[in-house]
């Protein structure tokens, strides 16, 4: 229907996910992000609308109801899910869309949408992992245990994506990224109807 690609990009907290996904929206023009709804508390530094929309549970359950969800997932004891209109209307506009999401939300929309790039960003190693996730500080005691635990199960399920991205070093990972991402945008399905225009007007 549209030549944009979705794009999913899912690892465990500390992988370093987030930082690989803002490296691509400076490298690639014409990707958009997708913007999730979550009904977790704001963190400082995050700002409504840019990180995500901030919503009370109550306006999360009418949104589901109003059926305006492309995914939902429930991620540590909070709910999160993307917003469908946006994403058709970037994707309207000429744009890939890329979502950063959990591996329940990475196979709703591989299920919707077979033609959608699933990458996975892996940590080098567990302690690296830890490492990060205690460096960036925002992690109480519990919650850091919590999510190593989440996280050997979350690895386990790397066989759900399309390709696996090692994170040792952000600038490395973002230009596989890259590469995979225009590796993607050549391959032949996604262009035979264009080829089949070519041949039909002879242009
Ligand atoms: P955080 O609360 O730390 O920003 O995100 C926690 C987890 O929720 C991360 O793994 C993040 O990728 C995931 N997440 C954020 N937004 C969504 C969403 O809309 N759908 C799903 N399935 N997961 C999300």
Not at 27 to 32: F, G, R, T, V
Not at 49 to 78: N, P, R, W
Not at 89 to 118: C, W
């Amino acid at each position: 229907m549209y030549d944009g690609l979705l794009i999913v990009l899912s690892g465990p907290s500390g992988a370093g996910k987030g930082t690989i996904h803002d490296k691509l929206l400076k490298i690639l023009p014409n990707i958009k992000k997708s913007i999730s709804v979550t009904t977790r508390k704001k963190r400082i530094n995050e700002i409504e609308g840019v990180h995500y929309y901030f919503k009370t549970e109550e306006e999360y359950s009418q949104m589901i109801a109003d059926g305006e969800f492309l995914e939902t997932a429930s991620v540590y004891c909070h709910n999160y899910g993307t917003p469908k209109a946006p994403v058709f209307e970037m994707l309207k506009n000429g744009n890939d869309v890329i979502f950063e999401i959990d591996n329940f939300g990475s196979r709703q929309i591989k299920k919707k949408y077979p033609d959608a790039l699933t990458i996975y960003i892996m940590p080098p190693s567990f302690k690296e992992l830890e490492s990060r996730l205690i460096a960036r500080g925002t992690e109480s005691a519990d919650s850091l245990a919590t999510r190593l635990g989440n996280a050997k199960r979350e690895l386990s399920e790397y066989n759900d994506f399309d390709y696996i991205v090692f994170n040792d070093d952000a600038d490395v990972a973002a230009e596989k990224v890259v590469a995979i991402i225009r590796a993607e945008k050549c391959r032949m399905n996604r262009n035979e109807h264009i080829i089949k225009g070519m041949l039909k007007n002879k242009k």
